[in-house]
């Protein structure tokens, strides 16, 4: 059977890919899909946003379709900037832009006091079922980039159980720890469970 990831992001597209393999599964990306609709993210939750995105594509595309929103969520910003992460220095906003915006906001914050979280809400849609889950990994931020792996604010999201960024480790490390694998691991989990027929495995 055919999946679909709702998702340009290609950075976004390979850790999912990495994470969400399933036997006899095919997943499929919006490259595949010319004239796909942009989905506009304007819900108010994460779960709102990944649950637009896969609802969006999956009827555009005819298939059933995974989708996810992911917010960096800073103590001492009130949870800023949450849903607006891949946008909080603006709506084109590089990474670069959105990391440089963060450190300028926390510059007067202690360094003890400047603990965060990213948290993942992932959602598979399909018009017999919608599925959710979670995954939430918990950190601090830093004041200098540390790492040149992974994407977003990886290099300035401090683990101290790792005692290294997310951009330190390697793809499989940040896979087997991240929020991101987290959320995807326990719907794969849940599709398992509640929905065997679909994936056949």
């Known amino acids: 059977m055919k999946l679909l990831i709702s ?4 950075d976004k597209i390979k850790e999912i890919k990495s994470i969400f393999q399933l036997p006899g599964v095919e997943l ?5 899909f010319p004239g796909a609709p942009d989905v506009v993210e304007d819900g108010n939750t994460l779960y709102e946003n990944a649950l637009k995105k896969a609802s969006m594509l999956c009827e555009f595309s005819g298939l059933p379709t995974i989708a996810d929103d992911t917010g960096l969520e800073v103590d001492s910003l009130g949870g800023h900037p949450g849903v607006y992460s891949a946008r909080y220095a603006g709506e084109n906003a590089s990474y670069n832009d959105n990391i440089e915006k963060l450190i300028r906001e926390i510059q007067k914050v ?19 079922l919608i599925l959710r889950a979670e995954g939430t990994i918990e950190g601090y931020i830093l004041s200098e980039r540390s790492g040149s792996n992974g994407f977003g604010y990886d290099p300035i999201f401090f683990v101290p159980i790792r005692n290294k960024t997310l951009a330190e480790m390697s793809a ?3 896979n087997a720890i991240s929020h991101r694998g987290q ?3 326990r719907l794969y989990q849940l599709l ?6 679909l994936i056949n495995i």
């Not at 979280?117 to 992932?122: G, K, L, N, S, Y």
């Open 7 to 10: 998702s340009n992001n290609q």
């Open 28 to 32: 499929l990306t919006l490259a595949d």
């Open 110 to 128: 202690p360094e003890n006091r400047r603990t965060a979280r990213f948290r993942t809400v992932a959602v598979f849609y399909h018009p017999e």
């Open 172 to 174: 499989a490390e940040k």
């Open 183 to 185: 959320a995807f691991s």
């Open 192 to 197: 398992q469970k509640e929905f065997p027929s």
